[in-house]
């Protein structure tokens, strides 16, 4: 039964939401909708849960094991999101950290509010010349 149409629909009615645990700011609104909604059943065709019963299923399982490039929508957005994970797991630490933003004074609300009445004056001046 593990690799029937019905064993497949029933990973994804019965998972729900597929919540993504990596930034989603490089993803699309498409891409995040993908997985959300396919991300379980994605999981369920690699780790062997569910068999493939399709050859656009097993083309995905080709993707996840690096043997071929992504083509769809999904394998693309399936590799991005592995991907994404495996250099936050490995450089997490630096993409957190952003301790300029923390200490240089342009990044500030008070820099930033600085620089905008100086640009502000500046166009005032050159303007009523």
Not at 37 to 60: C, M, V
Not at 78 to 86: D, G, I, Q, S, V
Not at 96 to 125: A, C, I, W
Request: net charge positive; aromatic share 10%; hydrophobic share 30%.
């Amino acid at each position: 039964m593990k690799n029937t149409k019905e064993a497949h629909l029933k990973i994804i009615s019965q998972k729900g939401k597929f919540k993504m645990d990596c930034s989603q700011a490089i993803f699309s609104n498409e891409e995040r909708d993908v997985l959300e909604k396919y991300g379980h059943w994605f999981k369920a065709l690699i780790s062997g849960e569910l068999e493939p019963y399709t050859e656009k299923q097993r083309l995905f399982i080709e993707v996840a094991k690096n043997q071929r490039q992504p083509i769809s929508i999904e394998e693309k957005t399936w590799f991005k999101y592995t991907k994404r994970k495996e250099i936050e797991e490995k450089h997490g630490h630096i993409l957190n950290s952003r301790p300029e933003l923390e200490t240089d004074p342009f990044y500030s609300r008070e820099g930033v509010k600085h620089l905008r009445r100086s640009q502000m004056s500046t166009m005032g001046k050159n303007h009523r010349a």
